[in-house]
């Protein structure tokens, strides 16, 4: 196969890989973007680089669901590989902030993420922690307190899935009432947006959110993917070690959404 031919097919292939229904629970977002930020990792004979975040739940240490998110993400790892053999790179910001958001022990939020580090470590994707890039743009909880204090009125009500942020609020937040935590939750990804896109580059973000929280992420290609298994999209960081054993023994329809 000739060189130009040999690109295209092995671009089709990779995308073909990354939207597939074993992986992805829809269809990517700005997928003709998707196409040349493949395009260009394949001229080049670089690994593809696919970049997200990593949550923060209560659990104070890595249990089953986070070992089987990551393997299954491996084997998405694998599947480009099989396809395209410079293969390609997954590296995760854990959002560290977020548990604090939600008002989550620091000892916790410490022990989680650690556990979480050397989960990674050993399927050999790269890391940070969210820390990171508050420090660099000045964020923590008082300046998003701060931010939507001075936010405009109405502005919540121009918000795509604000019922949906709310009744997620109302079940993961600790600290504050449902709608100022769902409220506080948007204004900070949107202060980190900036960062986040610039982190990105011309990497794929991914993430076990749904569609409707797309105002909230990098605007760059996004795949939506299952999280420990095909048919189960709840976050690992959120279930726990019974619940992931069932899910992943006798399978289940596309359950819930991240928060």
Same mark, same amino acid.
């Given at each position: 196969?000739?060189?130009?031919?040999?690109?295209?097919?092995?671009?089709?292939?990779?995308?073909? %890989?990354? #939207?597939?229904? =074993?992986?992805?629970?829809?269809?990517?977002?700005?997928?003709? !973007?998707?196409? #040349?930020?493949?395009?260009?990792?394949?001229?080049?004979?670089? +690994?593809?680089?696919?970049?997200?975040?990593?949550?923060?739940?209560?659990? /104070?240490?890595?249990?089953?669901?986070?070992?089987?998110?990551?393997? =299954?993400? =491996?084997?998405?790892?694998? *599947?480009?590989?099989?396809?395209?053999?410079?293969?390609?790179?997954? #590296?995760?910001?854990?959002?560290?902030?977020?548990?604090?958001?939600?008002?989550?022990?620091?000892?916790?939020? @410490?022990?989680?993420?650690?556990?979480?580090?050397?989960?990674?470590?050993?399927?050999?994707?790269?890391?940070?922690?969210?820390?990171?890039?508050?420090? %660099?743009?000045?964020?923590?909880?008082?300046? !998003?307190?701060?931010?939507?204090?001075? &936010?405009?009125?109405?502005?919540?009500?121009? %918000?795509?899935?604000? *019922? @949906?942020?709310?009744?997620?609020? #109302?079940?993961?937040?600790?600290?504050?009432?449902?709608?100022?935590?769902? =409220?506080?939750?948007?204004?900070?990804?949107?202060?980190?947006?900036?960062?986040?896109?610039?982190?990105?580059?011309?990497? %794929?973000?991914?993430?076990? &959110?749904?569609?409707?929280?797309?105002?909230?992420?990098?605007?760059? /290609?996004?795949?939506?993917?299952?999280?420990?298994?095909?048919?189960?999209?709840? /976050? +690992?960081?959120?279930?726990?070690?019974?619940?992931?054993?069932?899910?992943?023994?006798?399978?289940?329809? *596309? @359950?819930?959404?991240?928060?």
């Amino acid at each position: 196969m000739e060189g130009r031919a040999r690109t295209r097919y092995q671009c089709t292939s990779l995308r073909d %890989v990354l #939207s597939s229904r =074993q992986y992805s629970r829809c269809e990517p977002y700005r997928p003709g !973007v998707l196409y #040349s930020v493949i395009e260009s990792h394949v001229s080049r004979g670089a +690994p593809i680089e696919l970049f997200g975040l990593w949550g923060i739940g209560e659990r /104070p240490s890595a249990g089953l669901p986070d070992r089987a998110a990551c393997e =299954q993400f =491996q084997r998405l790892l694998e *599947d480009i590989a099989a396809c395209y053999p410079p293969g390609a790179k997954a #590296s995760f910001v854990i959002a560290t902030g977020h548990g604090r958001h939600n008002g989550y022990p620091e000892e916790s939020i @410490d022990s989680y993420a650690r556990d979480i580090e050397s989960l990674m470590d050993e399927f050999t994707f790269t890391h940070s922690r969210l820390d990171e890039l508050w420090r %660099v743009l000045g964020i923590d909880l008082r300046v !998003v307190e701060e931010t939507w204090k001075s &936010s405009e009125n109405g502005w919540w009500h121009a %918000v795509p899935n604000a *019922d @949906d942020l709310e009744a997620r609020a #109302s079940k993961h937040n600790r600290r504050l009432p449902a709608r100022m935590a769902a =409220q506080q939750y948007v204004v900070m990804r949107r202060l980190e947006l900036e960062g986040l896109e610039r982190l990105c580059g011309s990497r %794929v973000f991914h993430t076990y &959110s749904d569609e409707g929280d797309r105002h909230l992420f990098p605007m760059v /290609p996004v795949l939506h993917l299952h999280s420990i298994r095909r048919g189960t999209a709840h /976050p +690992p960081w959120f279930m726990d070690d019974e619940t992931a054993r069932d899910r992943l023994g006798t399978g289940s329809r *596309d @359950d819930t959404r991240a928060a």
